[in-house]
């Protein structure tokens, strides 16, 4: 499991195991979102097998699938609202963690800018300076 810290209780990984779970819950997270549609993986990795997995080890587990064509501002704020009222960490899990620390920064562009959330982004390791156009229009209401 390769962890990548956004924020200090915000982590994007690639695809997780269900045996990545009791690590999870050890290392203090109360959530799992997962941004991978089900098609993309074989049933072992789906949301239903992580799911099981990530709540028998006492966290919470959210689906919210990301594609080009589904990230819209209901997802971002789906994103955005489990990570407010979480009480510890979260983790949210795609293919290599690009989709959900884009799904991050359409959610908090309004608060923290432009300049903040794509800075964030990289410090992670995720270049997303291509997004600028969409961020700083959507930052500008």
Known sequence: MQLRQVTPRYFVSPQ??????????????????CNRPDPEVP???????????VEAAGLTFVVNPL????MT???????R????????????????????TVVWTLGHVADLGTDGVLQAAAEAGYDLSALRPRLEMIAQG
Not at 43 to 53: D, F, L, N, R, Y
């Open 73 to 79: 501002p209901d997802r971002a704020a789906l994103q």
């Open 16 to 33: 997780i195991s269900p045996e990545d779970a009791a690590t999870l819950a050890d290392a203090g997270f109360t959530h799992v979102i």
């Open 43 to 53: 049933p072992s990795h789906q949301a239903a097998a992580i799911g099981a997995a």
């Open 81 to 100: 609202d489990t990570l407010e009222t979480s009480a510890g960490k979260v983790l949210a899990y795609c293919a290599s963690g690009t989709r959900s």
């Open 67 to 70: 594609t080009h064509d589904t």
